[in-house]
Each structure stands twice: as structure tokens, then as C-alpha cells.
Nanobody, 118 residues
Framework: QVQLVESGGGLVQAGGSLRLSCTAS????????MGWYRQAPGKQRELVATITAGGITNYTDSVNGRFAISRADVLNMVFLQMNTLKPEDTAVYYC????????????WGQGTQVTVSS
């Protein structure tokens, strides 16, 4: 069992930056593909970024070039650096982990609110 706890959300003006952190417990993260998802009010949860156990990253088009996902397995943490934030980035951001050996095993954090004011 993996527990994920996000932190770092908050209120920021458009053009500003935030850094989200995800701290894992219960298992080492080096066996997991990690990701950040977000869900805005009235919308479906969407993928923001992923990072494989080997460090390969992938981003949804709307954040490519503005956001950066990284991981520090020695700390059992994953990060999402968000720059040049826009009001449309406002959402609850969730950390996600999927076991690379047993892909049916996936875990979610409780989410952290990010609000970008115009």
C-alpha cells in the first residue's frame, strides 16, 4: 500500500509560480511511474504530467514548456514546478503512482488546491 500526500498548493497571481510536492510512504517510489493530474470544477480529471522510473517525462500540451515534473526517489518524493501560471490552471492537483510491475496497482493522493487569479 502506498500513501501519497501533496503539498504546495495555494493562491497565486497569473504569471506566478508554484511548486507542488508529493511525499510517498509505504513503499519505495523507484518501482512506480509517477504523475500529476488535475481536476477543475465541473470538469473531468485530466493528466498533467508523468515521469517514468527512468526519468522520462511527458506533458499535456497546455502545460508543456511551463511545467516541469521531477522525482527524487532517495527522498520518496515527486515534484511539479509550475511557472507562468494561468487562470485556466486553477484546479485540484492530484499525485498518482502506478506500479510498473503490477499496473493494476495505482494510488492517488488527496489533492491540493491551486488557484490562479487574473
Amino acid at each position: 500500500q502506498v500513501q501519497l500526500v501533496e503539498s504546495g498548493g495555494g493562491l497565486v497571481q497569473a504569471g506566478g509560480s508554484l511548486r507542488l510536492s508529493c511525499t510517498a510512504s509505504g513503499s519505495r517510489l523507484n518501482s512506480f511511474k509517477m504523475g500529476w493530474y488535475r481536476q477543475a470544477p465541473g470538469k473531468q480529471r485530466e493528466l498533467v504530467a508523468t515521469i517514468t522510473a527512468g526519468g522520462i517525462t511527458n506533458y499535456t500540451d497546455s502545460v508543456n514548456g511551463r511545467f516541469a515534473i521531477s522525482r527524487a526517489d532517495v527522498l520518496n518524493m515527486v515534484f511539479l514546478q509550475m511557472n507562468t501560471l494561468k487562470p485556466e490552471d486553477t484546479a485540484v492537483y492530484y499525485c498518482h503512482a502506478r506500479n510498473i510491475f503490477r499496473q493494476s496497482r495505482e494510488y492517488w493522493g488527496q489533492g491540493t488546491q491551486v488557484t490562479v487569479s487574473s
